[in-house]
């Protein structure tokens, strides 16, 4: 039986050895709806030596929320960045102004480098380039990147497109890197397809799935 509501003004955490949670039965909390809902499969692509992804339908106003999920994209080319653009015409072209931000954790297998930081040159302002998800990926045959991107509200006329990604990769130097990259289509037309591709050379494999959030 799913739970309906969560009265998080009466948690009570019990001060025993047990530390049970208990609960009061109070209907003054949060409806499951502003917890979350369920995802929705609705296509799953898979790369074989592909230059491009693109899902050109089921982006429409069916949902407030997209998610793509993109497991072992592997580049055929060494060194490459695993990037994404939108439309506005189902996919007959992709350049879709962005305006992002784009930060990073990285450490390799020797330990000897670390960093967090800003990365400058993967974001945009006011660019209709491709947006950098992950970057520097090796082509090995253990190397690739995965990762989760959601788009919001793409069918919204009134609003810019706001999106989120989160990746990590297997970086073409033996590191690990994190990425977290947030921004907006800076348009008021609908997204209604997205294109992921690297930015040299193919995808050799990889799945990228499309849920809708309910």
Excluded: W
């Excluded at 109070?26 to 709806?33: I, P, Q, T, W």
């Excluded at 995802?39 to 106003?61: E, P, V």
């Excluded at 007959?92 to 962005?98: A, D, E, K, L, P």
């Excluded at 130097?173 to 997204?191: D, E, L, R």
């Amino acid at each position: 039986m799913a739970i309906s509501k969560a009265n998080f003004n009466s948690f009570n955490v019990t001060p025993t050895a047990s530390k049970f949670i208990t609960f009061n039965s109070s209907n003054n909390g949060l409806a499951a709806d502003d917890v979350g809902g369920a995802l929705q499969l609705i296509s799953t692509q898979t790369a074989s030596n592909s230059s491009t992804i693109s899902f050109t339908s089921g982006i429409d106003s069916t949902y407030k929320e997209y998610i793509f999920k993109f497991y072992n994209c592997h580049p055929a080319t060494d060194n490459v960045d695993f990037t994404f653009q939108g439309s506005t015409n189902t996919g007959s072209s992709y350049g879709v102004t962005i305006t992002s931000t784009h930060f990073r954790t990285y450490h390799d297998e020797a330990d000897s480098g670390t960093a967090l930081e800003y990365s400058s040159s993967d974001d945009l302002a006011q660019s209709t380039n491709y947006q950098v998800l992950a970057a520097s990926i090796g082509n090995e045959n253990d190397e690739s990147v995965s990762g989760t991107i959601h788009l919001f509200d793409p069918s919204n006329t009134t609003f810019v497109k706001h999106f989120i990604s989160t990746s990590n990769n297997y970086n073409y130097n033996v590191y690990t890197k994190s990425q977290f990259v947030a921004g907006y289509f800076n348009t008021t037309s609908a997204i209604d397809a997205v294109d992921f591709k690297f930015n040299s050379g193919n995808i050799d494999s990889g799945v990228i799935k499309l849920y809708g959030v309910s």
